[in-house]
């Protein structure tokens, strides 16, 4: 019988502060205890090491890592995910929230032969609503509010935050790296899904339980500081589907670029859940 645990709940932090305790607050929190946490800290500037040693120091299941620089967050998701031995492999961001019943769901849901989410309640997008995203042929993803929905659903894309890869799936499809750091911030997520998507592998989320992340960046404003912020995504975008696909399949995510705007300022945002029909998995 393994001694690995079930989960390794992993992230990577960047001057988090408090809001890697609130985070840890959270994750010790929970139902289960059938898990470990590991930490890469990417050589933060203010007292985040300190805060996570003084608090969590002596908690034998959590793994501290400090980088000598800021990798990046591919890098140093990347690096805290090498150390870990768990089945399945939880990454989320430096400030996310669980509900305490978070990992027993997942217990009940995650299965080795498909690569999982679970829907978020992200600030960003809505305080109030569960959500989950769904790529559009453009390249950029969609929100789509699933608060009476049960069960799970498959999907096509995987986010950063919130995405559980078996082991299995790690070693065999991925070859021991989920996030290319060779991409622009932001095509991560992107790349992975669409590397999980040409091996073939389903991609499931839970809509039983829900992450929470309250970041409350005003990303969707019309404000000019956010269409840098598009232009971003837009670049990130046409280069994790160039590095994957022919011309005629990532050009069309270059038109997405002047569609987004028009789909978040004048359609609904996030999606209602009355329209999950409309949308082609």
Known sequence: MSDSPMFSIVTVTWNAGDEILRSLDSIYAQTVDDFEVVIADNDSDDDTVTLI???????????????????????????????????????????TLFPSDYLAELEKKVTQDAAWTTARVNYRVSETHQCIRFRTKYGYSIPYVVDSRSGCVETNFIPGDGAIIPRAIYNDVLKNMVFDPTLPARGEDVDLGLRLQEADITIKAILDTYSIHPDKLDLYETR???????????YSNVVAYQRRNSASEWLPVLLG?????????????????????????
């Open 224 to 234: 000019i500081v956010n269409f840098d912020d598009f232009l971003m995504n837009l």
């Open 53 to 95: 040693r003084d608090a969590y120091g002596d908690e034998p299941t959590l793994t501290l890592l400090e980088n000598d620089r800021n990798l990046g967050f591919s890098a140093g998701i990347n690096r805290a995910i090498k150390r870990t031995e768990g089945d399945y492999i939880c990454c989320y961001n430096q400030d």
């Open 257 to 281: 670029g002047f569609l987004l705007p028009f789909e978040v300022y004048f359609d609904q945002f996030p999606r209602p859940e009355k329209r999950l029909s409309e949308v082609k998995r």
